[in-house]
């Protein structure tokens, strides 16, 4: 792979460029999501005398202050240098998994470093977006070529069968959005985008037909959204539903949810914690919490299209294809729209690697911004 433009400097950088823009509202609506899910994690614990989630994540978000700083800092430049590098570290660590990875709950995903458990799924999508950004930026005078986009999908391809092999059928159809989306908006020919779209919908049609390529339990819960036994493949979505149903409009209040203290709704803290803000906040609660995403992609949505530079672009366009795809299948498979497929929602699941990613793509986006000078807007 090319060089897009040598980094002459160290891996982070010592200052930031001068006189250029720093998002303070792109940060002020992370720090919203953030509290928001601070304080549903608290509700969650507030009737429970064992539990320790809250506490763990407390101390998971401050060590994620360092993944924040790191990316915010790094030199940009040299994650097109390193970008190599970067996508065979990100290959090494998915295999690890399989060869000596931990198990929990049917599947093998988790690397096990002591007291913290990392999951290197999530941090490849994250590599995924840098290195599949700097090879689309290296070939930009032939982005419409069928060659650069085959080339393109099979650098997806590799990490993405990896991680189904976990198996991981949520985190797989993640990379595939990153890819989507950066094609988009690196201009890859709507007939190959489309064709890949048909293929990949075909495929995964194929696979939930022939025996043994999904899980029998995947296959459930896809076949649970058109009915099924509220006992069994609907049980999850079926008490999610009931539960944001019950605050109505204006939710039951704060840490008073009865669903919440009988736990009643599985994996609350994890994939079904907006059941909080829908059982204690109702519609307003949900409303509001609506309102900070769209505040915080609009913000993402501004930067893409303000960047110069190709490569910056790029890693936003993959950033927000990555975040608004966790969001989107979470709500859904709250509301019992979608699937459940293991997809956390953004800034707000209890999880360590997951909270990282989040805090590091702030980073990431914020150390853009702070390099492009407002071109549309003020």
């Not at 001068?18 to 609506?29: K, V």
């Not at 990949?200 to 339990?217: C, E, K, Q, W």
């Not at 993402?300 to 936003?316: N, S, Y």
């Amino acid at each position: 792979m090319s060089s897009l433009g040598e980094a002459k400097g160290p891996l982070v950088e010592r200052g930031l460029a001068r006189g250029l823009g720093f998002d303070w509202w792109l940060l002020a609506s992370s720090l919203i999501l953030l509290t928001i899910g601070v304080m549903s994690l608290y509700s969650i614990d507030y009737d429970s005398a064992n539990s320790r989630t809250f506490l763990r994540h407390m101390q998971r978000l401050a060590v994620g202050v360092i993944p924040f700083a790191f990316v915010f800092f790094l030199n940009l430049k040299a994650l097109v240098r390193y970008a190599n590098a970067i996508y065979v570290l990100n290959l090494i660590l998915l295999l690890l998994v399989l060869l000596i990875g931990s198990s929990a709950g049917g599947a093998q995903r988790w690397i096990n470093l002591g007291p913290i458990d990392f999951q290197p799924s999530e941090m490849a999508k994250l590599f995924t977006i840098i290195t599949l950004s700097a090879f689309l930026a290296n070939n930009w005078d032939r982005i419409r070529s069928a060659r650069v986009w085959f080339l393109s999908l099979l650098h997806v391809l590799v990490p993405l069968l990896l991680i189904f092999k976990q198996p991981h059928l949520g985190a797989s159809l993640v990379m595939l959005a990153i890819w989507l989306g950066i094609s988009l908006v690196a201009g890859v020919p709507a007939k190959l985008l489309l064709a890949t779209v048909l293929g990949a919908a075909g495929i995964l049609s194929l696979a939930f037909l022939v025996p043994g390529v999904l899980r029998d339990y995947q296959k459930e819960r896809v076949m649970a959204m058109f009915g099924g036994d509220e006992r069994n493949n609907r049980y999850q979505t079926s008490r999610a539903e009931i539960a944001i149903g019950v605050g109505s409009l204006t939710g039951v209040g704060y840490l008073k949810g009865e669903h919440k203290r009988a736990g009643y709704v599985p994996a609350q803290h994890t994939d079904f914690i907006f059941t909080v803000i829908g059982e204690e906040g109702g519609l307003v609660g949900s409303t509001l919490l609506l309102c900070a995403f769209g505040m915080f992609f609009y913000r993402i949505w501004l930067l893409m299209i303000r960047a110069t530079e190709p490569f910056h672009r790029l890693l936003v366009a993959g950033v927000f294809s990555m975040l608004a795809f966790h969001m989107t299948v979470n709500l859904g498979m709250n509301l019992e729209l979608l699937p459940v497929v293991g997809l956390w929602l953004p800034f707000m699941s209890y999880g360590g690697t997951a909270i990282w990613l989040c805090l590091a793509c702030v980073g990431l986006l914020l150390n853009i911004s702070a390099r492009e000078r407002p071109v549309l807007f003020s």
